[in-house]
């Protein structure tokens, strides 16, 4: 469609190929970098949330030994959630609005409220639950400011009776129920931002939330596995074989049902090949070459697919250490791969005019609120966060918990 | 007779949740502004926030008011289409006060309109300046009756 | 006991409280909805946005590509400088199929440069290639369900009663949400205010009872503007649409567009 003639009328513009329309004529795309990360993060978590679930809901003991730190990770990426929404706006100091006149109709505006309910109602509560028994010991046995912080977030609660705590188990039990919708709602909202657009044939697609539900699992576990082991690593602890194999059977498993939705995806897009689809194959093949192809195909998918399988098939014959290696390495791969993931969507359906006759290019800056020096800051900030959440309630000077779920939980020798 | 009681925890929580709700109602009164919800979802001052930007275009009405001798001359040629201020410029400040003195016209206007294009319409009138007599379009027609010469 | 009763105590107050906090915006709306606007010293008077409906017509077989209407409409509405235009108009060149390949045409080529605001270069394509050429002008197509308000998460941007689909940018928070949502990438986001920003209907000239500044200017009746709940007997708008087959922008997208074109090509969109 767009060959050698339409190129010489679009020489005067040298990021352009073919036809845009004049608006879309920008320096970078509206939406960069901080877009890119903010699903990321949002996936984190509820990949990371549903992993927890998993030991609460569906009573997977191997699980017990990261189901705080899967927890605490949850809690420290959702934090961080909201800042690249907060940055990338013209007028941040504006944001408040979204919260006092909230427009129902906009994805974006219900994410507000979702992301309330998520924080306060569901990861915040269950933290709560599941920690007082220990908040309140520990305030009892810690000195200083830590011990003073203790008692605070016991909220002045301290009735620790069996009756007491066996309330809290119940609770929590119900908040992972109440949790795990919440954490799709949380994550194929933000789907949805993008598959609402109905205007972007890259986005405006019924599939994009449950792609983005299935890859935020796949991201969430990847990130606990990857969490757990450094932390074991940092700690010079033994890692929990039986544990660690879990994780990355449940990994293998999300990974595989996320391959085939998104290849169904792409099979439905090629089948039904409707109109722009000619511009979208440009893209695939120019403007999102390496990463769709090597980021998120090869990196982030074939190569833990196939490294997982085959722990699937012969874990008793891999001796340990290189077990262990083999699901880090493909932890981090898929962590890459889903970021990868990310930029596709969120890049490419900024990549081509909507007028579906040309592409535009993009030179990403450093610098800047478009650059990505920032998401870079802000992608390091959970993870901040997480340091000292597990200082504070993972920390191995703190006396070890009643045996719950979580009975072996991390930090804890074996 | 034992009475339900909420157990400490939950009567706790229940207070924080009343809290932050209470709070984020009282905040809503403060910071919704007064107009929201007018007409529809939005604030309904801004309708009139919009519409009190100075117009810069005086609209051809505007200078016939005063010279409607040319509007009548114009009405029975080609250009009758044409609004004034297409070839004049804006020049609302001049309609409102006779003594601003309007902008002149730029003297290459001609040819941004009939200037032969392959994709202009056919019916247009247009030249090829190279084909074309003269250097000046002024020479031989009069802009506002355009098929008569001066 | 007696911290309990303490407790319910606070609980009946706090209810109160909250009871009276919650109907208090409502009251307000309804006492706005009451008041009299366009009331301040700028605005123009007695406009009422109830008692209008406004539509645009245009006419890509009257556009003669001059471009006066996008630089009319940068110098009217102040638009920043650069790539963002409230309105614009595309050139679009259609070549003559290769011989022997048996097709009805060959290549579209499309392109406008700076908006067309400053007219268009030389046809790039020898005239003997071209199958058909024409200009079409664009701008916010007036949706009746326009997707840009649909995604606005605060309620900045609007459709009035009268149609025009608007922009409050005090209340903007400039998230470009609405940009992305617009198939016709009529939204900008204005590197000046930083928030979004679009064709306004130049609602400071309609409600003044002037023509926008593109409808006015333009040399060629190639826009015409007007009210469909104040139609005169002879008016152009009433001419245009009985006369003409009439056409939106992308209709598959159910966007209802209020701005209709008579004599588009298929390559349009």
């Known amino acids: 469609m767009t060959t050698g003639l339409t190129n010489t009328v679009a020489e005067a513009i040298p990021t352009f190929q073919g036809y845009v329309y004049p608006n879309e004529a920008t320096l970078h795309p509206v939406w960069s970098t901080l877009i890119v990360i903010y699903p990321y993060i949002t996936g984190l978590v509820a990949g990371a949330f549903i992993m927890a679930s998993l030991v609460r809901v569906f009573n997977v003991k191997a699980l017990a030994p990261v189901y705080r730190l899967s927890m605490l990770t949850a809690f420290a990426f959702l934090l961080c959630a909201p800042l690249p929404l907060l940055f990338h706006l013209g007028h941040p100091e504006r944001n408040y609005e979204i919260m006092m006149t909230p427009h129902l109709t906009s994805p974006m505006a219900v994410f507000g409220f979702v992301y309330a309910w998520y924080l306060m109602a569901v990861l915040l509560l269950e933290l709560w639950f599941d920690f007082r028994q220990d908040l309140v010991k520990w305030s009892e046995v810690t000195p200083g400011f830590q011990g003073v912080l203790y008692r605070a977030l016991t909220l002045g609660v301290t009735d620790v009776s069996e009756q007491s705590v066996r309330l809290d188990m119940k609770m929590e039990w119900i908040l992972s129920i109440v949790g795990i919708p919440s954490a799709f709602l949380l994550h194929g909202y933000v789907g949805f931002i993008f598959g609402s657009i109905k205007a972007n044939p890259w986005w405006g697609n019924v599939l994009m939330p449950i792609m983005f539900i299935l890859s935020a699992i796949v991201s969430g576990i990847a990130l606990c596995v990857f969490n757990y082991l450094v932390l074991t690593w940092i700690r010079r602890k033994t890692v929990d074989m039986r544990c660690l194999d879990t994780m990355a059977m449940f990994l293998f498993y999300a990974l595989v049902v996320d391959a085939v939705v998104e290849t169904l995806d792409v099979l439905h897009r090629g089948f039904a090949a409707e109109e722009g689809f000619a511009v979208l194959q440009t893209m695939i093949r120019e403007k999102l070459f390496y990463t769709l192809n090597l980021g998120q195909v090869i990196i982030g998918t074939l190569v833990p697919l196939l490294l997982l399988g085959s722990l699937q098939l012969l874990r008793r014959r891999v001796p340990e250490l290189v077990r262990r290696r083999m699901i880090f390495g493909s932890g981090a791969m898929i962590l890459i791969g889903v970021l990868a993931m990310r930029w596709n969507v969120v890049m490419g359906g900024q990549f081509f005019s909507k007028s579906l006759r040309g592409v535009m290019s993009y030179k990403m800056e450093f610098a800047g609120q478009e650059g990505w020096l920032i998401s870079a800051v802000i992608m390091c900030l959970p993870f901040i966060i997480l340091t000292v959440l597990v200082k504070l309630f993972l920390s191995e000077r703190l006396p070890a918990s009643e045996p719950g779920p979580h009975a072996a939980a991390m930090g804890q020798p074996h | ?150 | 006991m007696k911290t309990q009763f303490n407790r319910r105590g606070a609980l009946a107050r706090l209810g109160a409280v909250l009871a009276g906090v919650l109907a208090l915006p409502v009251a307000r709306t309804a006492k706005a909805a009451v008041q009299n606007f366009f009331t301040s010293s700028g605005a123009p008077k007695g406009y009422d946005p109830t008692e209008h409906k406004w539509l645009i017509c245009l006419d890509a077989t009257k556009c003669i590509g001059c471009g006066l209407c996008a630089e009319a409409c940068k110098k009217e509405n102040d638009v920043p400088q650069g790539p963002y235009y409230r309105t614009w108009v595309e050139r679009y060149i259609i070549t003559k199929p290769k011989p022997g390949s048996a097709e009805t045409r060959g290549e579209t080529l499309v392109d406008s440069p700076a908006g067309g605001m400053h007219g268009f270069p030389e046809c790039p394509v020898p005239e003997d290639q071209i199958e058909q050429s024409f200009f079409v002008p664009k701008l916010c197509n007036l949706c009746e369900h326009p997707p840009c308000v649909q995604v606005c998460p605060v309620g900045a941007t609007f459709k009035a009663p009268d149609g025009a689909v608007l922009i409050d940018k005090n209340y903007c928070i400039g998230c470009a949400f609405c940009v992305q949502a617009c198939p016709y990438g009529a939204r900008f986001l204005s590197p000046v205010t930083h928030t979004a920003e679009k064709c306004t209907l130049c609602y400071h000239r309609t409600t003044r009872g002037l023509k926008p500044a593109c409808v006015e200017i333009c040399p060629a009746e190639a826009r015409i503007f007007g009210d469909l709940k104040n139609l005169q007997p002879d008016d152009p708008l009433r001419k245009f649409y009985e006369s003409n087959r009439t056409q939106v922008l992308k209709p598959h997208l159910g966007t209802g567009p209020r701005v209709l074109y008579a004599g588009l090509d298929e390559e349009v969109r």
Not at chain 2, 54 to 79: M, R, S, Y
Not at chain 2, 117 to 144: E, M
Request: net charge positive; glycine share 6%.
């Open chain 2, 1 to 150: 007779m034992r009475r339900f009681r909420l157990p400490p925890q939950i009567l706790r929580l229940v207070l924080l949740t009343l809290g932050i709700v209470g709070t984020y109602l009282v905040a809503r009164t403060l910071l919704v502004p007064e107009s929201f919800g007018a007409y529809g979802w939005y604030r309904g001052a801004a309708l009139e926030e919009i519409a009190s930007r100075t117009p810069v275009f005086a609209g051809k009405k505007a200078c016939a008011e005063c010279h409607a001798d040319i509007q009548h001359k114009l009405d029975k040629f080609e250009h009758k289409t044409l609004s004034c201020e297409a070839c004049h410029g804006a020049n609302r400040e001049h309609a409102l006060n006779h003594d601003v003195v309007p902008t002149t016209v730029p003297g290459s206007l001609c040819l941004r309109c009939h200037e032969a294009n392959p994709s202009r319409p056919a019916w247009f009138k247009q030249i090829v300046v190279k084909n074309h007599y003269g250097d000046k379009c002024t020479d031989c027609h009069l802009p506002h009756q355009p098929s008569q010469s001066p």
